[in-house]
């Protein structure tokens, strides 16, 4: 029997090249590219540094770069468990529709039980609709009583400025 052609598999820093493309490729899918401040440094540092902050699994369809995953571990108080945050799952046009993000999913999935987590949450832009049918396929539901709120640049720094003990 043929091997799969479809391989997934932990990204090490040899791909940091790799996944900073893979970043750029989604952002500007999701009309973003102004937001993207990521440098192979940063990516590093981030990734593979003395304290990573996220994970990556990179999918290869016949040897070549197809879609990638990035995550980190959250914690829920009322689990009182780990659970898993997928901040980005991107699969290049072409290789959309053959299964890649199917197989990316269902690892991130297996990992997240592996590693004992509660949960496993993602977001994804209101617009991006074959996302969410995506998802939805896969027994997702979406949360419509939660409102997702974001402290960037001048705000997080002046909301951070204002505790006192």
């Known amino acids: 029997m043929a091997p799969d052609p479809i391989s ?3 990204a ?3 791909d940091i090249p790799a996944i900073l493309a893979f970043i750029t490729e989604l952002a500007e899918y999701e009309r973003l590219s102004h937001a993207v401040v990521a440098t192979e ?5 981030a990734l593979f540094g003395p304290a990573p902050a996220a994970e990556v699994l990179l999918a290869d ?3 070549m ?4 995953a990035l995550f980190f571990h959250n914690f829920s108080t009322f689990l009182s468990r ?3 945050y997928l901040e980005d799952l991107y699969v290049r046009p072409e290789y959309r529709r053959l299964g890649i993000g199917r197989a990316l999913f269902s690892r991130l999935a297996a ?3 592996e590693r004992g987590c509660g949960r496993m949450e993602w977001s994804v832009l209101d617009w991006n609709e074959s996302a969410r049918r995506f998802y939805e396929s896969l027994g997702a539901a979406p949360l419509s009583d939660w409102t997702t709120y974001r402290l960037t640049g001048t705000a997080l720094a002046n ?3 204002t505790f006192r003990l």
């Not at 440094?41 to 540092?45: A, P």
């Open 111 to 113: 990992l997240a039980a």
């Open 8 to 10: 997934i598999r932990a």
């Open 65 to 68: 770069p197809a879609g990638f």
């Open 61 to 63: 369809l016949d040897g």
């Open 159 to 161: 909301a951070g400025g």
């Open 41 to 45: 440094d940063s990516l590093r540092e």
């Open 12 to 14: 090490t820093a040899d």
């Open 82 to 84: 780990r659970g898993l």
